[in-house]
């Protein structure tokens, strides 16, 4: 009999904060620029997003890639849900891992 369990995207993941609330923050690695990195993320809600930058809650979704080093890429991502649980942490590593055209800046969309 087969103990193991299946393999979980957050496995992958280094969460910096607990899941549940308007803002988490974590690693995980990917592709950027044909290169591997190490993306260091924090996940906003709408209310989160707000809180952070003193800005009304965007209606959007939003992809912001800012300062890197040799290796690790700061992307700030707000998404359009009530708060940040795992299911919305796998997705939002998927989306990016997958996301062929991503570039620096800021991105919205939805």
Not at 26 to 32: P, S, V
Not at 81 to 91: E, Q, S, Y
Request: net charge neutral.
């Amino acid at each position: 009999m087969n103990s193991s369990r299946p393999h979980d995207l957050l496995d992958e993941v280094e969460l910096m904060d607990p899941p549940g609330g308007d803002k988490l923050r974590l690693y995980f690695d990917g592709h950027f620029d044909g290169r591997a990195v190490r993306w260091n993320a924090t996940l906003f809600t709408p209310a989160g997003w707000a809180a952070q930058w003193g800005e009304s809650r965007p209606n959007k979704n939003i992809i912001e890639i800012g300062d890197s080093t040799e290796r690790e890429i700061e992307i700030k991502i707000c998404l359009k849900v009530d708060r940040i649980d795992h299911p919305t942490v796998r997705k939002a590593v998927m989306m990016v891992r997958q996301y062929k055209k991503l570039h620096r800046g800021r991105h919205e969309y939805g």
